[in-house]
């Protein structure tokens, strides 16, 4: 991208959010000796991008005045307007693309203050067909390979929420323990913070996990002794989980499917997999169960 165009990327970046929409469809009036040649070398762009938006018979008879569209430049970020509903998450995903470049790109901080209409730059490049993935930490993950699993007991995993604005592994075993009468204490085999009393996206090993007992997430014995229960702490019937949330939920996913080779089919929420008897809202009306299972 040469110097004028990445001025100009930058100059409408610094003024509003509708700038992006009046980039995507920027155009070039023709001056007096001006040549096609000439106009693509000022663009950055192939002579044949600019004869074909126009669909220019003769890209040797231009006239002044002539008002030519401008494409985006190969490389250029892509504008979309974020619709009702949408995450950032599932934007990046649709997009191949991360969030932290969606973040990046667009000088934003939080992912989770997202507004219908709002228009964001994509960086360019992305596959849809190839979304970007994210690896446990090294020292996580050899802490999990380090525990002895029985590969052909677990049969599903199974999310939670915690149905709470903050928690900590210390509160909620406490609260399982001497509240629930739980003997095994903590009811999860893994826990992810929000931010709110555990650091948002980081995983935390249950005590149930370490020493491969049956979870007291399920109001089914039989379930509870194959399934393997993970809570996200948050109130996902009011709010959305963090990004850091999603991105650690689907690592550690990726990880059990491999590790206890679970299949995504049996990858559920409480509420898809609860006896029928004991209906729940758990996860919540705001979580987005297909990123569980991408």
């Not at 969030?99 to 992305?126: E, F, H, M, S, Y």
């Not at 067909?129 to 599903?156: C, G, H, M, N």
């Not at 009468?181 to 249950?206: C, Q, S, T, W």
Request: net charge positive; charged share 20%.
């Amino acid at each position: 991208m040469n110097l004028r165009v990445r001025w100009q990327w930058l100059f409408l970046l610094g003024i509003t959010g509708m700038a992006v929409a009046v980039l995507a469809q920027r155009t070039h009036t023709v001056k007096s000796g001006e040549t096609l040649d000439e106009i693509s070398k000022t663009y950055d762009l192939a002579i044949a991008d600019i004869v074909g938006a126009n669909e220019i018979a003769n890209p040797n008879q231009l006239y002044v005045g002539q008002v030519l569209t401008i494409p985006a430049a190969p490389g250029s970020p892509v504008p979309y307007q974020v619709q009702s509903g949408d995450t950032l998450g599932e934007i990046a995903l649709r997009h191949g693309t991360s969030v932290r470049g969606i973040l990046d790109l667009n000088g934003l901080t939080d992912p989770n203050r997202l507004k219908p209409g709002q228009t964001l730059l994509i960086p360019a490049g992305g596959s849809t067909a190839a979304p970007p993935q994210f690896d446990l930490p090294a020292k996580l993950k050899a802490e999990l390979d380090r525990i002895s699993v029985s590969t052909k007991r677990w049969k599903y995993v199974v999310v939670h929420h915690s149905a709470t604005t903050s928690g900590t592994i210390k509160g909620m075993d406490y609260y399982h323990r001497y509240k629930r009468r739980m003997k095994n204490g903590l009811a999860y085999h893994f826990v992810i913070g929000n931010g709110k009393g555990i650091p948002d996206g980081r995983i935390e090993i249950g005590n149930r996990w370490k020493g491969q007992l049956a979870g007291g997430h399920l109001a089914s014995e039989n379930l509870n002794y194959i399934s393997i229960g993970i809570c996200l702490v948050g109130n996902f019937e009011k709010d959305r989980p963090t990004e850091a949330q999603l991105e650690s939920l689907t690592a550690l996913i990726r990880y059990l499917n491999r590790r206890c080779a679970v299949s995504k089919t049996n990858v559920k929420t409480h509420r898809e997999i609860n006896p029928k008897n004991k209906p729940t809202l758990c996860p919540g009306k705001n979580f987005p169960a297909s990123r569980m299972r991408g």
